[in-house]
């Protein structure tokens, strides 16, 4: 049974940095894509980060420069560093793994083909 728990959320004025980490547990060895995905209530999830069992990371341009996604050498912990945070970036930060898929393809990324999610940090960022 794959768990993934996040931490590391709080709130922040802007230009201010925060690290998220996702512990994982359950998550076999093989090809998976790990991303971190955000919500912002009433709004659909939108994917944020993504890495895969390369270590091949990809972004989505508004988080290009200030947002990097890493693994531990263990490959049981998951982070998000966010730097030059926006009153924009404000919202609930989900750790998700894809299963069995080869790579981050744009449909392994796709937030509904994420099989396993955490419960979510809240990330606030004041101006």
């Known amino acids: 049974q794959v768990q993934l728990l996040e931490s590391g959320g709080g709130s922040v004025q802007a230009g201010g940095s925060l690290r998220l980490s996702c512990v994982e547990s359950?998550?076999?060895?093989?090809?998976?894509?790990l991303g971190w995905v955000r919500q912002v209530p009433g709004k659909e999830r939108e994917g944020v980060a993504y890495i895969d069992s390369d270590g091949r990371t990809r972004y989505v341009d508004f988080v290009k420069g200030r947002f990097t996604i890493s693994q531990n050498n263990a490959k049981d912990t998951l982070y998000l560093r966010m730097t030059q945070l926006k009153p924009e970036d404000t919202a609930a930060y989900y750790c998700a793994a894809n299963l069995g898929v080869w790579s981050c393809t744009a449909p392994a990324r796709a937030p509904t083909n994420f099989n396993d999610w955490g419960q979510g940090t809240q990330v606030t960022v004041s101006s």
């Open positions: 359950g998550v076999t060895a093989g090809r998976n894509c």
